[in-house]
């Protein structure tokens, strides 16, 4: 492949994607019509003139058939008057009219044949024009549409949604470790409290039991209201048990 094909080609494709490029759809829809409307107005234009040739054809067909008529009727009124050179010439005369109808009738012919394939290629077009003229407006709001749409994703691509919505989610986790920290919070708080107050109860419930232990060492008596909350009463065997365990720490504390 020599240099200036190369060279060529490189061109061609460049001016190629450059027409593509530049190419809109709804323009090239709309001048596509307008061509094909310029067609039909030159072929229009063709089919009048073609129909105008034929009648002038069949004219001078009919009028080549009405002189050859008229030269073989002199032809015969010039036989029944006995000049027989006047009914040659006329008989002459009769011929070249006849000839020139039958040449007539070819071109006649002929050009039937081209006005009706004229005729044919017109209303054709015209189909196709309507046809087009259809298209288009459907063409025209796909191309509309498919344009918003590109407009569209050319937009939400220029927004930058991911680190956006990279954002979103890490607040949103954010949010959550908040809420868990004070949660832990309130239930840290809450169970400090609830362990104050069993310690008070557990300390009221010792105490309680020193001050009936004491009584029953000093000989008191110990009243209902007093009694554990069970409301089991102490055995005798139970209460002096109970003396000699308190006797018995007594010793063991004043030992040295």
């Given at each position: 492949m020599g240099l200036f094909d190369r060279i060529a080609r490189v061109i061609k494709a460049n001016l190629n994607d450059l027409v593509n490029k530049a190419e809109d759809p709804e323009k090239i829809l709309e001048q596509s019509i307008i061509d094909m409307?310029?067609?039909?107005?030159?072929?229009?234009?063709?089919v009048a003139t073609a129909i105008a040739t034929q009648k002038r054809t069949q004219k001078q067909h009919e009028q080549?058939?009405?002189?050859?008529?008229?030269?073989?009727?002199?032809?015969?009124?010039?036989?029944?008057?006995?000049?027989?050179n006047l009914a040659r010439e006329a008989l002459?005369?009769?011929?070249?009219?006849?000839?020139?109808?039958?040449?007539?009738?070819?071109?006649?012919?002929?050009?039937?044949?081209?006005?009706?394939?004229?005729?044919?290629?017109?209303?054709?077009?015209?189909?196709?024009i309507s046809e087009a003229k259809t298209k288009k407006n459907m063409l025209k709001a796909r191309a509309q549409a498919a344009k918003?749409?590109?407009?569209?994703?050319?937009t939400i691509g220029s927004m930058n949604t991911g680190?956006?919505?990279?954002?979103?989610?890490?607040m949103e986790e954010k949010v959550l470790q908040m809420e868990a920290r004070s949660q832990a919070s309130a239930e840290l708080a809450g169970s400090?409290?609830?362990?104050?107050?069993?310690?008070l109860e557990a300390g009221n419930n010792v105490d309680d039991e020193l001050?009936?232990?004491?009584?029953?060492?000093?000989?008191?008596?110990?009243?209902?209201s007093q009694l554990p909350a069970s409301g089991a009463t102490t055995s005798p065997k139970k209460a002096v048990t109970g003396l000699d365990e308190l006797e018995e720490l007594r010793k063991q504390l004043d030992q040295p």
């Amino acid at each position: 492949m020599g240099l200036f094909d190369r060279i060529a080609r490189v061109i061609k494709a460049n001016l190629n994607d450059l027409v593509n490029k530049a190419e809109d759809p709804e323009k090239i829809l709309e001048q596509s019509i307008i061509d094909m409307q310029e067609d039909l107005v030159q072929l229009r234009q063709a089919v009048a003139t073609a129909i105008a040739t034929q009648k002038r054809t069949q004219k001078q067909h009919e009028q080549a058939l009405t002189e050859a008529n008229t030269w073989q009727q002199r032809a015969q009124l010039a036989l029944q008057k006995g000049d027989e050179n006047l009914a040659r010439e006329a008989l002459v005369r009769k011929k070249s009219h006849a000839e020139t109808a039958e040449t007539m009738k070819v071109q006649l012919d002929t050009q039937s044949g081209q006005v009706e394939s004229l005729k044919r290629n017109l209303i054709a077009l015209e189909s196709k024009i309507s046809e087009a003229k259809t298209k288009k407006n459907m063409l025209k709001a796909r191309a509309q549409a498919a344009k918003a749409q590109e407009q569209l994703q050319s937009t939400i691509g220029s927004m930058n949604t991911g680190s956006a919505m990279a954002a979103f989610e890490r607040m949103e986790e954010k949010v959550l470790q908040m809420e868990a920290r004070s949660q832990a919070s309130a239930e840290l708080a809450g169970s400090g409290l609830e362990q104050q107050f069993a310690m008070l109860e557990a300390g009221n419930n010792v105490d309680d039991e020193l001050e009936q232990m004491k009584r029953q060492l000093s000989g008191g008596s110990v009243n209902q209201s007093q009694l554990p909350a069970s409301g089991a009463t102490t055995s005798p065997k139970k209460a002096v048990t109970g003396l000699d365990e308190l006797e018995e720490l007594r010793k063991q504390l004043d030992q040295p």
